[in-house]
């Protein structure tokens, strides 16, 4: 019987040493890009990341026009990131998510894995239940999720040498008007800008502060 290779795709050094390496970007450096190579896989981490039930109550919109992103800054505490990131990625829950929404990701999971929707009905009962608590209950549920998105980009991110900072400082329902979030059906949760760090930003070089692991970690044997 074959073995399973126990062998990591990257060693425990090199993560630790990129998540040491990252912080959260105040000053990006406006003149550098990230190439379309390594943006198409932030893009792709994205789309797969983890959710409840695999439901995926979201949708990330890239904010790629200049003027627009200048509307969005006074909106963002006048931030200079939001204009001079590379990227700028608002992350954003889709209201209101109903039994409906859960019979198209049945109906999806059904023909990706080859199966029939029928054996799918004990998964799609469950979930459905779920999907008739208040909306309220369910959009507070859905903005957890987008924080898992967030935390797989910011990660990624870090893996590929791409700096990026999470933002909560911004009036979101100013981001959905401006961006026409809501006649679409969603809200603005959270943003992240993406790039690459300015000389000029005095944090890239702060010691990180974080307590020490017996403070925030206990192993319950």
Known sequence: MPTLSV???????????????RYATKVFDPARKIPAALWTALEEALVLAPSSFGLQPWKFFV?????????????AWNQSQITDASHLVVFAIKKNLNVEDVRKF??????????TVESLAPYQKMMEGFAAHPPLDIN????????IALGTFLTSAALLGVDACPMEGFAPGTFD????????????VVVA???YRSAEDKYAAAPKVRYEKSAVLEVLN
């Open 106 to 115: 049945i109906a999806l999971t059904a023909k990706v894995r080859g199966v």
């Open 7 to 21: 062998e990591s795709p990257i060693s425990p050094a090199s993560l630790i040493d990129q998540l040491r390496w």
């Open 140 to 147: 507070v549920w859905a903005a957890r999720q987008v924080y």
């Open 177 to 188: 008007e401006i961006l026409g979030l809501d006649k679409k059906g969603y809200a603005t």
């Open 193 to 195: 800008t993406a790039g």
């Open 63 to 75: 904010v790629q026009n200049k003027a627009v992103r200048e509307k969005l800054r006074p909106a």
